[in-house]
Structures are given as C-alpha cells and as structure tokens.
C-alpha cells in the first residue's frame, strides 16, 4: 500500500484564520487521486476536495483549497476563514489510478478556538 | 437520496458470536469497500469488490468475510469476533475509477467484542 502521512496529530487555530493541514505520500505511480475528508465528532466521513495528479490548476471547494506540489509529493488541504464546524479530525487519502484500495494518512485533529 | 446504509450503528457483543454487519447502497455503485477506524491508525482497508463476486483482500483482512452477491449490497462478517475487533467500521462505494471519483461513505458501525 502506498503510505500516507500527516505529521500534524493536532491543530488549533484561531476562529476566522486560515490553517493548513499537511499531507505528503509516497508513489511511483504516474496517476493518481488525492482526497481530503472531515470527519466530525458525530463520527460520519465527508468528503471535502480532490485533486489528479495531471491537473493543473490546484482544486478549490468553497473556502477548502489543496495545495498541489507535485515534485514535493504533497498535497495540503488550506482552510481559510476557520469556523467552529470545522473542528473535526481530517483525513487525506490516496488512490493510484487502475487501483482498487483508497489509502488513508492517520489524520488530524483541528480545533477551532473562538 | 443517495446513500450508503450501514446496519447496526452500534452493536455490543461477546467472543465467538458470529455477526454481520450490512451494508447497501443505492447509487448503483460497481465498487464497494469495508474498512476499520482505530485510534491512532486512521482508516485501515478490510476487504473491497470491484463489481458482483469479485472481491478482494485489503489491507487487514484477517478474521472477516465478505460477499457481494448483489451489486446493491456487501455485508462484512466476523465468524469469530475476538476483542482486537472493536472498532469503528465504515462501508463505502462509487463508481469505478477510484482514483478520480470520492468514495460515498456510510454512517458508521461501532463494534465492541467483549
């Protein structure tokens, strides 16, 4: 499986700031799929923003960007205008193209701070 | 609505009680996945199939099953649950080309094997 990591267990940040949460992988893979997931306390997975590996422009939904550098392998999920509601830990995700396993980093924990 | 249904939500048991957890969907979805969130680890990969009997091992499949014998459904079974098996669990789907479409995920199943 490819690995996944996110070195950020926990996060805090300042209610109405931007954060970024770290993710880099490991692959040799020419295509392939990166993801970024909340997961509330109430426990449900929500799925927030993907970007390919060819695309160009880095992908943008609402106020979640991903950061896209590819030669650095990263993929950092931006938050700008930090909510309460985003408290929650928060996942990202690989998928190599033809492949049929999702790999998940272990995640972090963001507080929003009022 | 587009759903991933996933039954029980909690369930509390003992050793060697053979149980199944369902899943199913209705998006007409071709793969569907089963995988266990545990403190610390993120989610792990149990078992996937990418369409009606066919399915494969992910990566901790030890001590489970799985059958797809319709494209709607793909329940997860613990013959013999033991307690290293409490856990969180999630079912989730889409459409082929896992590398380029967001898994839908289901509500969550919390196990505890006692």
């Known amino acids: 499986a490819q690995k996944i990591t996110q070195t950020q267990p926990g996060m805090f940040v300042q209610e109405k700031e931007a954060v970024t949460l770290d993710c880099t992988y490991d692959?040799?893979?020419?295509?392939?799929?990166l993801f970024w997931y909340k997961q509330p306390s109430s426990g449900e997975m929500i799925f927030l923003i993907y970007q390919g590996s060819y695309d160009e422009q880095n992908a943008t939904e609402g106020r979640y960007s991903l950061n896209f550098q590819k030669a650095r392998k990263s993929a950092n999920l931006v938050i700008s205008a930090s909510q309460l509601g985003d408290s929650a830990m928060y996942f990202c995700?690989?998928?190599?193209?033809?492949?049929?396993?999702?790999?998940f980093g272990k995640g972090t924990k963001l507080s929003v701070i009022p | 609505e587009a759903q991933v249904t996933q039954n029980p939500r909690y369930l509390i048991t003992v050793t060697g009680k053979k149980l199944t957890v369902t899943c199913s969907q209705n998006?007409?979805?071709?793969?569907m996945s089963w995988y266990r969130q545990d403190p610390g680890l993120g989610l792990r990969q149990i078992y996937y199939s990418m369409n009606v009997e066919v399915t494969d091992k992910g990566d901790v499949p030890e001590g489970y099953k799985v059958s797809r014998k319709e494209k709607r459904n793909f329940p997860l079974i613990l013959e013999s649950p033991s307690p290293n098996q409490t856990s969180l669990y999630f079912c989730?789907?889409?459409?082929?080309?896992?590398?380029?479409?967001?898994?839908?995920f289901g509500d969550g199943t919390r196990l505890s094997i006692l």
């Open positions: 989730a789907s889409s459409s082929q080309g896992l590398s380029n479409q967001p898994q839908h």
């Open positions: 998006m007409n979805h071709e793969y």
């Open positions: 692959t040799s893979d020419q295509s392939y799929g």
């Open positions: 995700g690989y998928a190599g193209a033809g492949s049929y396993q999702l790999t």
